[in-house]
């Protein structure tokens, strides 16, 4: 059973432009949350997506947008891109908006804006 | 403004012994703590959660306790083995208000030696 899978795993983009970042969900999951973490530091709640709607969103700007098709899977999108959005793009599912029993994590999407 | 802490410092210890890791918060009520594993370029992997409402929580070598009143959590790995190198991650889930989101510590990075 495939967990949650994330692409690209690395992309160079240049300040200014966009990218958009791909997510599914593990099987059996319909709510996904996007973190960007930067080097040395932990994961920062970017926002979630459950029902194909934003839930609940984290404390960055209108640039990061995102969007949940009818399958579950996710994208974020990232327009006007700065050097201070080089960083490690995490995708988490989950089942229900509210898991006790905790995340799945893809393994990333490594942004780096030059 | 809500914050947490965990050792910022590495944690070298010997093989066979117990590794021991603090997590501190202030201004937040979770309603569950989590802890995570993470390796180098890799997602962070779910390894326990402890409710508001638990005391303790083990699951094989992986102890955690939560104190509410101290706003502490500790995360204690007994006959630590090199394998269990690796960044630990601290998280807490808010309650009611909070659907989903998970705020993150900085992590504490563990080295075994054999």
């Known amino acids: 059973d495939a967990g949650v899978t994330q692409s690209p795993t690395h992309l160079i983009k240049t300040r200014g432009q966009q990218v958009t970042l791909r997510c599914s969900p593990k099987?059996?999951?319909?709510?996904v949350s996007w973190y960007q973490q930067a080097l040395g530091q932990g994961p920062q709640f970017i926002f979630q997506?459950?029902?194909?709607?934003?839930?609940q969103r984290g404390n960055f700007p209108d640039r990061f947008s995102g969007h949940q098709f009818p399958n579950y899977s996710s994208e974020l999108n990232v327009n006007a891109l700065l050097l201070g959005d080089s960083a490690l793009y995490l995708c988490?599912?989950?089942?229900?908006?509210?898991?006790?029993?905790?995340?799945?994590f893809g393994s990333g999407t490594r942004l780096t804006v030059v | 403004s809500q914050k947490i802490e965990q050792n910022s410092e590495a944690l070298n210890i010997q093989e066979g012994k117990t590794a021991t890791l603090t997590c501190n918060y202030t201004?937040?009520?979770?309603?569950?703590l989590q802890w995570y594993r993470q390796d180098p370029g890799r997602g962070p992997v779910f390894l326990l959660l402890?409710?508001?409402?638990?005391k303790e929580k083990r699951k094989e070598r992986l102890k955690v306790t939560f104190d509410t009143t101290l706003k502490q959590s500790l995360f204690h790995i007994t006959a630590s083995q090199p394998a269990d190198s690796a960044t630990y991650l601290c998280a807490l889930q808010g309650g009611s208000s909070n659907t989903g989101k998970l705020i993150f510590g900085q992590g504490t990075t563990l080295q075994v030696k054999p």
């Open positions: 988490a599912s989950q089942s229900g908006q509210r898991s006790r029993y905790g995340y799945t």
């Open positions: 099987s059996g999951h319909d709510t």
């Open positions: 402890i409710r508001e409402n638990e």
């Open positions: 201004n937040y009520s979770p309603a569950y």
């Open positions: 997506y459950y029902e194909e709607e934003e839930r």
